[in-house]
């Protein structure tokens, strides 16, 4: 045995055997030490999410005795729904569950407990019913803002009047309420089937989901036929030569693009140059089109390559032309890996918001979008929207609607994921 200094080779492993187990338990410890970080820093994410935003699954509702009266809603026996006055049949019936409120300020103050959705309410209630004029009838209306967040306890009421959104009397009157049986918390539909309004207890999603829905559309539509069109050309029938390596270089380096830069894109080129309409979801998809087509492309590429040169030189083999080989026998196998770059690629176009403040998306759209022309904005530009009101009302539904979008994500991920398992061949 090789001797160094009086010293075997394997007496120095051996000697050198401690350090390098304490060396590899350090790094074991590192490695350990920065997946419970960030574990944790995950749970606390989801968490303070699903803590903050799960009270806007819920809606506090008011329940009123209102008089259809006919002098109001139908003078002189004709319906006249343009120009009824909801408004002050739902303040009437306020009055009569609170009676003993006098005088103009605190009228008004009393009015503000209820949402400027009970006129809306009402009014679809009488169209859908011409026959209830003249009855009076029990109706579960929304209850305002303030009154909601105050009975979900995110109103502290022992703190001073002047630092919160709602009054000593006004509180006093919601526990008179309370006390009636005339307060109740229900499951808020109106989270899912309304779109964006200015008053929280009426915003919706519904107007977001249905933008970013056509936009998807689009995206898909366009960007998986040409991107995978142009991974078969570029790995099965693009000659080796300087313009197809530049042009592999480039889509690389599209892929690493910030995403606000294809929105200038779109604002230039489908905008400003071919004159389509801002902020519909047709230009959204185009741009997004434009965003996704490299990650397509690269996975789409990956998986070709993953199919073993032993399946081709076979097909050849017997007679199958090139074409043949790629579309029979190449394609079929790589599909799987294809389905999953397109939809990761998806879920990035799902979330993305700065390219759409480019094209116009940002803008304020109560009306839910009815097709791809239409003015509509998308589910990420609405959380953006809903963080930046000042009420607090805004804040839990903000939360609400990311865990929506999480939700969203975590299902096309799934799909992915159930889409490569199924379809996956062995060779």
């Known amino acids: 045995m090789a001797k160094s200094k009086g ?253 606000i830069v294809f929105g200038l894109l779109g604002l230039a080129v489908f905008i400003n140059w071919a004159s389509l309409p801002r902020s519909a979801p047709l230009v959204g998809g185009l741009v997004l089109t434009l965003l996704t087509l490299p990650v397509i492309i690269i996975a789409s590429r990956a998986a070709i390559k993953a199919v073993p040169p032993s399946i081709r030189e076979a097909a050849l083999g017997l007679g199958a032309s090139q074409t043949q080989v790629v579309f029979h026998h190449v394609l079929p196998l790589a599909l799987p890996g294809m389905l999953t770059g397109t939809i990761i690629g998806m879920s990035r176009a799902l979330g993305e918001s700065a390219p759409l403040l480019m094209i116009g998306m940002v803008a304020f759209i109560v009306d839910v979008p009815g097709g791809f022309n239409d003015p509509a904005t998308a589910l990420p530009i609405q959380i953006y929207l809903w963080a930046d009101s000042p009420e607090r009302a805004f804040a839990e539904r903000t939360s609400a609607a990311i865990i929506v979008l999480l939700g969203f994500l975590l299902l096309m991920n799934l799909a992915a994921v159930i889409l490569r398992k199924r379809m996956e061949r062995k060779w």
Do not use: C, H
């Open 7 to 259: 010293q075997t080779t394997r007496e120095k492993v051996e000697a050198g055997l401690p350090r390098r187990r304490r060396k590899e338990l350090m790094f074991k410890f590192v490695g350990m030490l920065a997946t419970t970080v960030g574990v944790v820093f995950l749970g606390v994410f989801f968490s303070t999410l699903i803590a903050e935003g799960s009270s806007a699954f819920k809606q506090t509702f008011m329940k009123l005795d209102i008089e259809l009266a006919e002098d109001v809603i139908a003078p002189g026996g004709e319906l006249d729904l343009a120009y009824a006055d909801f408004d002050g049949l739902v303040r009437s019936a306020l009055r009569e569950a609170i009676p003993e409120v006098s005088g103009r300020r605190d009228r008004r103050e009393l009015y503000r407990l209820v949402s400027v959705g009970a006129a809306y309410q009402l009014r679809d209630l009488v169209e859908a019913n011409p026959e209830l004029v003249g009855t009076k009838q029990t109706m579960w209306v929304p209850a305002s803002s303030n009154v909601d967040m105050l009975i979900k306890g995110n109103i502290d009421a022992e703190l001073d009047e002047s630092l919160r959104p709602i009054s000593d009397k006004q509180i006093a009157w919601v526990g008179t309420l309370q006390d009636d049986g005339r307060i109740e918390t229900r499951f808020n539909k109106a989270l899912f089937t309304n779109g964006d309004s200015r008053d929280p207890e009426l915003a919706g999603i519904k107007g977001a989901v249905m933008g970013s829905l056509y936009m998807l559309i689009v995206t898909i539509a366009l960007s998986f036929p040409i991107g995978v069109a142009a991974a078969i050309y570029l790995e099965e029938f693009a000659p080796r030569n300087r313009w197809s390596d530049l042009i592999e270089v480039n889509i690389n380096n599209l892929a690493a693009v910030p995403s």
